[in-house]
Antibody, heavy 121, light 112 residues
Framework: QVQLVQSGAEVKKPGASVKVACKAS????????IHWVRQAPGQGLEWMGM????????AYAEDFQGRVTMTRDTSTSTVYMQLGSLRSDDTAVYYC??????????????WGQGTRVTVSS | DFVMTQSPESLAVSLGERATINCKSS????????????LAWYQQKPGQPPRLLIS???TRESGVPDRFSGSGSGTDFTLTISSLQAEDVAVYYC????????FGQGTKVEIK
């Protein structure tokens, strides 16, 4: 079965960087885009960007341009999301999400369990 | 930029009654070439990641109870729960995937 298993919770100081891992299994890793979505405490869902695992191309939301980097390792079917220059309002749960369709835009059919990132001095 | 606006922000419905959530997109999410609306609905319960309920505006996902239905086209969409059950208490989000990705702000559904 499809699984997205994320790395554990992180606590970081303002100005630092965090790197979250998402290991995929149960499907052909290179055939489906992976997205990152975050959710601040008590707030809604915010799309951060996406990576195409087959070639590594990325697209980032404007709000995160210059601060976020998404990469992948096809040998381990793992996607990484690194967010830099952390601020207190980056405190959130970060989800990796698999897109349903392989060749065109589609809905998000599988979600990771979420990684809580806390930014605090 | 796409803006997705949901209404209401919250609603309380009696068990067995109908719940209706609206979602309005700032731009059409209908793609002429394949006659599809690039619109999904998700359900999120406390402490859990969201779950895909409806894709392409009206296609119910496998395992989703048939009391959930989606309708609409272009810029205006609706999620209907025909007979609210206790397990439907959650926050519901619409999302466009026509270009990049954008979520609505969420609608909290509670029992009256």
């Amino acid at each position: 079965q499809v699984q997205l298993v994320q790395s554990g919770a992180e606590v970081k100081k303002p100005g630092a960087s965090v790197k979250v891992a998402c290991k995929a299994s149960g499907y052909t890793f290179t055939r489906h885009y992976i997205h990152w979505v975050r959710q601040a405490p008590g707030q809604g869902l915010e799309w951060m960007g996406m990576i195409i695992p087959s070639g590594g191309s990325t697209a980032y939301a404007e709000d995160f341009q210059g601060r976020v980097t998404m990469t992948r390792d096809t040998s381990t079917s793992t996607v990484y999301m690194q967010l830099g220059s952390l601020r207190s309002d980056d405190t959130a749960v970060y989800y990796c999400v698999k897109e349903d369709t392989g060749t065109y835009a589609g809905p998000f059919d599988y979600w990771g369990q979420g990684t809580r990132v806390t930014v605090s001095s | 930029d796409f803006v997705m606006t949901q209404s209401p922000e919250s609603l309380a419905v009696s068990l067995g009654e109908r719940a209706t959530i609206n979602c309005k997109s700032s731009h059409s999410v209908f793609y002429d070439s394949n006659n599809r609306n690039y619109l999904a609905w998700y359900q999120q319960k406390p402490g859990q990641p969201p779950r895909l309920l409806i894709s392409w505006a009206s296609t119910r996902e496998s395992g989703v109870p048939d009391r959930f239905s989606g309708s609409g086209s272009g810029t205006d969409f609706t999620l209907t729960i025909s007979s609210l059950q206790a397990e439907d208490v959650a926050v519901y989000y619409c999302q466009q995937y026509y270009t990049t990705r954008t979520f609505g702000q969420g609608t909290k559904v509670e029992i009256k």
